[in-house]
């Protein structure tokens, strides 16, 4: 009897759930600072237009994506995924191209931020920081960070070939301008990776973009390459966390909707939403990330414009992160980081 | 039916029919026996079997070029990969990604080359949406859209590209197996190790191994004495303590990982009590690094060390230590060559679970241990969720698979007996 009533309660929620999904859906993140700016700026105002947003995490594992596309059950309406994997996703049928005509003028936007499948959400720069507290004057280049007699210690470097091979040219004298022709080459490859090597017995891995302000607080790490919304959020709690702008690498993260989405029509309403001049504004006073709508500039005052990764002085010896080389050369170069950091 | 058996109802003086229906009862009671185990059959079937043979199967799959580029395998097929192929093959790519209905189906083609020959991706996703190529059609002379191609991207004149296609022409492959132990086939099929810059997984298969061994070496050490000192207890004392070795082993591994990051981190209570007792000046670094994962991994397989090491000390008749001793022996000495000698299968049974269980491991590593801590099973999941790579995935399951079968070869050859769990 109490098994039946159960069942009855089952498939009474069952057929409740297509209701309720008119009225909710589910936006994914990549969690931590990020996470909260967004709800701030983006979940909890859209709300109030009478849509339940429920707010999901990831590290960005495509795969999840792909189960989900592949067996024909999407449950994902909006998803923040990075450069790479939106151009990817995009060619292997994993997201929905976009009707740019219910987003926006494409015009209001920074030119990399239109794309067929992906909404820019904002532009995050990869940069040098370092603390304050502990180090008066710090480096000024990547051949400073690669000075260990000047500046013994540590180095936090994210774990994975991406950033870290075009650091180490600059390192070794190459113009920002240059860095993808030469790593394109065999002996650019060689060349970073040699390079890198110089550092190998004084780095110190991080995954998680959280990782590297702790590292800095903690002491771990001297310096450290790091997302720069990660030490605005770290500077937010009363440290006093440097950044160095030059040479470091700027890219956007993307909305993007997973393939046979049902609920596509209020996964797009909710990204037009999101990429508002107000919200988009909104979102860089919650996290120093430089909004990709270029009417949020004008809403945002002088302090706040100073930390974003956007703004004149910071973009001035910036390198936008090459999508086409990454998506060619990515898998072997990986491995090959993966062999060398193994060994 | 029933009237035959009825007829051929057994009488001594027909032993013949005695003897059939003997059997057919003994047939019946083989089938029942068969029905009644057929829903645990059905359900090994279900989800032991089909799925490794899956996970066997897409190890060694190779769908993508065959599906999409038909033509051009065909064209292929004589060609001599010294020079760049005939302009045929360059109208039949062109025909066959023309073809293509979906984009998805040029995405996974770009995809799979591009494993092969890094800027595949881009060279492939340029040429597919660049068509149909303008002025041209099926009649267009082939030398034509050849000329129209090259214009369109030079790389095109590069022979590496149509040996990646002409090599991954087949439904099924060994590439992605040959990776998993550092192999590759090169343009002509021969096997060959692929650049040392390009070597992974040999290293990180010893690793595994090395791991695994001494997670089994300190089991066995920890384990032998506690096991040996239980199966000496009354069963009353043993069975509550063999409950305290229990309850761990019925503890959640995420839970007891959870607790040793507690106990190992340099503020934790292992360096505290050490340094309370100044044993040492500064915190030990105890996580994040080999011991970590060295002591954690052995205690939550050490209940695997003890069970089988307890249900054969438990059967060596006590007897026998004191006739050694009494017949002149020191006790250490018929320790080590009377009783430690009946003990051997219960190691080996121990070591071996043990042992294929830590090769297996994938959690305790990711969370306790640095980079160049994990083993197989993480690079298992770094391809199945961030590469989305799940060939290569498969290939290095079906590597573990391998390994545990030929170390329970060599275990029934050693010790020429079955598994005893006891």
């Known amino acids: 009897m109490r098994n039946s009533s159960c069942l009855v309660v089952a498939l009474a929620a069952l057929t409740c759930l297509p209701a309720l999904a008119q009225k909710q859906i589910t936006v994914v993140n990549f969690g931590g600072a990020n996470a909260n700016a967004q709800k701030k700026a983006f979940y909890e105002p859209y709300e109030k237009t009478g849509t339940r947003v429920v707010a999901v995490e990831y590290n960005g594992e495509q795969a999840k994506i792909k189960v989900m596309v592949d067996s024909k059950n999407v449950t994902w309406d909006a998803v923040e995924v990075e450069s790479p994997d939106v151009a990817r996703g995009c060619d292997e049928g994993l997201f929905e191209k976009l009707d740019w005509s219910k987003i926006g003028n494409k015009a209001d936007f920074l030119p990399a931020a239109v794309t067929d499948c992906g909404v820019g959400v904002f532009v995050w720069s990869t940069v040098m920081a370092w603390d304050g507290d502990k180090l008066k004057a710090g480096p000024r280049t990547w051949a400073d960070f690669w000075d260990t007699k000047k500046f013994p210690g540590k180095r936090g470097l994210r774990k994975g070939a991406r950033y870290n091979l075009e650091f180490a040219l600059m390192a070794d004298g190459v113009k920002p301008a240059d860095v993808y022709k030469v790593l394109a080459t065999k002996e650019g490859a060689d060349r970073a990776f040699r390079k890198l090597g110089e550092l190998k017995g004084n780095i110190q891995w991080w995954e998680a973009g959280a990782q590297p302000p702790q590292f800095l607080v903690a002491g771990d790490v001297v310096m450290t390459t790091v997302f720069n919304g990660r030490i605005d959020a770290a500077n937010r709690e009363g440290k006093h966390l440097q950044i160095g702008w030059v040479g470091g690498i700027y890219d956007l993260d993307y909305w993007a909707i997973p393939k046979g989405d049902p609920n596509k029509d209020a996964a797009l309403k909710f990204i037009a939403f999101a990429s508002t001049a107000d919200a988009q504004a909104e979102y860089a006073r919650n996290i120093a990330y430089g909004p990709t709508n270029k009417h949020a500039l004008a809403k945002l005052d002088a302090k706040t414009l100073a930390n974003l990764p956007t703004s004149p002085a910071n973009a001035k010896d910036a390198l936008q992160m090459n999508l086409k080389f990454w998506a060619d050369q990515g898998e072997d170069l990986e491995k090959r980081f993966a062999s060398w950091a193994t060994n | ?422």
Not at chain 2, 148 to 161: I, P, Q, S, V
Not at chain 2, 308 to 326: E, I, K, N, Q
Not at chain 2, 381 to 410: K, R
């Open chain 2, 1 to 422: 039916m029933t009237a035959a058996s009825a007829a051929a109802a057994p009488s001594a003086a027909d032993p013949a029919g005695l003897r059939r229906a003997l059997a057919r009862a003994g047939r019946r009671r083989q089938w029942r026996a068969f029905a009644l185990t057929l829903p645990l059959l059905l359900f090994l079937l279900l989800t032991f079997l089909v799925p490794i043979a899956a996970l066997l199967k897409r190890a060694v799959e190779n769908p993508e070029v065959a599906r999409a580029l038909p033509r051009t395998v065909v064209v292929l097929a004589d060609w001599q990969h010294a020079d760049v192929p005939r302009p045929e093959a360059f109208a039949a790519i062109v025909a066959d990604l023309g073809a293509l209905s979906d984009s998805a189906d040029a995405g996974a083609l770009a995809r799979r080359l591009n494993t092969e020959k890094p800027g595949a991706r881009s060279l492939i996703m340029g040429t597919y949406r660049a068509l149909p190529l303008e002025g041209t059609s099926a009649a267009t002379p082939a030398a034509q859209i050849r000329d129209r191609l090259l214009a369109l991207d030079a790389r095109w004149g590069e022979t590496a590209y149509w040996e990646a296609i002409a090599k991954n022409g087949s439904r099924w492959t060994p590439d992605y197996l040959l990776t998993a132990v550092d192999l590759r086939r090169d343009a002509h099929g021969a096997i060959e190790r692929v650049d040392p810059d390009q070597r992974v997984f040999g290293g990180i298969l010893l690793r595994t191994f090395g791991i695994s061994a001494l997670v089994t070496l300190c089991s066995l050490v920890l384990g032998y004495p506690l096991a040996y000192w239980l199966s000496t207890l009354p069963p009353r004392r043993a069975n509550v303590l063999m409950i305290v070795v229990l309850v761990p082993f019925w503890t959640s591994i995420l839970v007891r990982v959870a607790a040793w990051i507690v106990l190992l981190q340099s503020e934790g209570l292992v360096n505290h009590a050490l340094e309370s007792l100044h044993l040492i000046d500064k915190p030990l670094a105890l996580l994040f690094n080999r011991t970590g994962v060295v002591i954690s991994m052995t205690h939550i397989l050490l209940p695997f060390m003890i069970l089988p090491l307890y249900s054969v000390m438990t059967g060596v008749p006590p007897s026998y230590l004191r006739a050694a001793v009494s017949l002149g022996s020191t006790p250490l000495a018929a320790f080590a060559r009377v009783y430690v000698p009946q003990t051997y299968a219960g190691v080996g049974a121990g070591a071996l679970l043990v042992f294929i269980l830590s090769i297996g491991y994938y959690v305790t590593p990711a969370l306790l241990g640095g980079p160049t801590d994990q083993m197989l099973s993480y690079y298992v999941a770094q391809y199945t969720n961030v590469d989305v790579n799940w060939g290569m995935a498969c290939a290095l399951g079906a590597l573990l698979l391998a390994a545990t079968l030929v170390l329970y070869a060599i275990y029934r050859r050693v010790t020429k007996t079955e598994l005893s769990l006891g």
